[in-house]
């Protein structure tokens, strides 16, 4: 089981580079970017060439982390990069993979969109000698020495964070909360309602219902309106992402209800939407979870071609902000 267990494998290979840089784009739904065979890995060319599988374009997180990974993977910064969205299907990423081996790409790279089920395809990339590199989700695999390195925020801390405001906040009140789950067995839902249950345990804050809304508006919206027909008292959602906790303001302003006041939001991410929200007064808090992973891939990538040894995980810094504290940050917001 390896998990938490990264190999620190280095590959051979080709030359240095130089790399940097954010910027701007976005992920439309049919899969690929440069196309599953645009890339030409392995054909001479002096750039890297990289396949990277994205979960989808679920979110305003999902955007601006695509928008990192394009922008930073550049030809200009000496990357040949091959996009695929899986629309947040498992074998669409599955697919990608083998089409990234099949095309012998430098690096495959993938942020997957569960955390079981990869073991044949990690052991597919490994048989062929392409270094896999895990972005913002991790995985469950018994392969060994699956990937190089895994990039990306810790899950648990977040929702821990989350469960320490809410319950510095509304302890001894007896608040009745509820949470809108992200996307079922992916690691940010399962470690996040792990690290909110852990730390509201003991407290007087009581979960009393808790389903997914597979991180979009749409689907944070719908499980609202279910919650507010099931429960006339519910004080709090723990939404595990912006969007699902956009999703539930909506559907609480549909019900007559003030968000923020007459039924508290806390919720994970940070983005643009989500922080006027919480300025706005209609979220309470949020804790940060960075989409920004494209400049420490790209220098994952570099060091792994030329045979460097690379961190085997690297643990993205996240912030958390209260309603005046999104106020002060909004204008400098990136994403
Ligand atoms: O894996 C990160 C999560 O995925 C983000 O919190 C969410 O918005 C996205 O869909």
């Known amino acids: 089981m390896a998990r938490h267990t990264f190999a620190r494998t280095t590959f051979a290979a080709l030359s240095a580079v130089t790399l940097l840089a954010l910027g701007a784009c976005s992920s439309e739904p049919p899969s690929s970017d440069a196309g599953d065979g645009g890339s030409d890995g392995g054909s001479g060319s002096d750039l890297i060439s990289v396949g990277f599988s994205q979960v989808g374009a679920e979110s305003g997180w999902r955007s601006a982390n695509t928008m990192s990974i394009k922008d930073t993977l550049t030809e200009e910064n000496g990357f040949e990069l091959s996009f695929s969205d899986a629309q947040q299907k498992q074998e669409n990423q599955i697919s990608a993979i083998r089409n990234y081996i099949a095309q012998g790409m430098d690096v495959i790279a993938f942020s997957p969109v569960v955390e079981t089920g990869w073991d044949a395809v990690l052991e597919e990339a490994k048989g062929a000698g392409i270094p896999v590199v895990l972005t913002?989700?991790?995985?469950?695999?018994?392969?060994?020495?699956?990937?190089?390195?895994?990039?990306?925020?810790?899950?648990?801390?977040e929702g821990a964070r989350a469960g320490e405001w809410a319950?510095?906040?509304?302890?001894?009140?007896?608040?009745?909360?509820?949470?809108?789950?992200?996307?079922?067995?992916?690691?940010?839902?399962?470690?996040?309602?792990?690290?909110?249950?852990?730390?509201?345990?003991?407290?007087?804050?009581?979960?009393?219902?808790?389903?997914?809304?597979?991180?979009?508006?749409?689907?944070?919206?719908?499980?609202?309106?279910?919650?507010?027909?099931?429960?006339?008292?519910?004080?709090?959602?723990?939404?595990?992402?912006?969007?699902?906790?956009?999703?539930?303001?909506?559907?609480?302003?549909?019900?007559?209800?003030?968000?923020?006041?007459?039924?508290?939001?806390?919720?994970?991410?940070?983005?643009?939407?989500?922080?006027?929200?919480?300025?706005?007064?209609?979220?309470?808090?949020?804790?940060?979870?960075?989409?920004?992973?494209?400049?420490?891939?790209?220098?994952?990538?570099?060091?792994?071609?030329?045979?460097?040894?690379?961190?085997?995980?690297?643990?993205?810094?996240?912030?958390?902000?209260?309603?005046?504290?999104?106020?002060?940050?909004?204008?400098?917001?990136?994403?």
């Open 167 to 335: 319950a510095e906040q509304y302890d001894g009140e007896g608040y009745k909360v509820v949470e809108l789950q992200g996307t079922t067995g992916s690691a940010p839902a399962i470690d996040r309602q792990e690290g909110f249950a852990g730390a509201i345990e003991g407290t007087d804050l009581e979960m009393i219902d808790s389903q997914t809304g597979d991180f979009t508006r749409d689907g944070g919206k719908k499980v609202m309106e279910g919650f507010l027909t099931a429960h006339d008292d519910i004080d709090l959602v723990f939404a595990h992402n912006d969007d699902m906790g956009l999703g539930a303001i909506e559907a609480i302003e549909a019900a007559g209800l003030k968000p923020g006041e007459d039924i508290k939001i806390i919720t994970i991410d940070g983005v643009k939407d989500g922080m006027t929200a919480l300025a706005d007064g209609k979220i309470n808090y949020i804790v940060e979870c960075n989409p920004l992973l494209g400049p420490d891939l790209a220098e994952v990538i570099e060091k792994t071609v030329a045979g460097d040894a690379v961190d085997a995980r690297i643990v993205t810094q996240d912030e958390a902000f209260d309603q005046e504290g999104a106020k002060a940050a909004l204008p400098d917001r990136q994403y």
């Open 136 to 157: 913002d989700r991790a995985v469950e695999t018994t392969v060994d020495d699956a990937y190089v390195s895994f990039i990306g925020s810790d899950f648990i801390e």
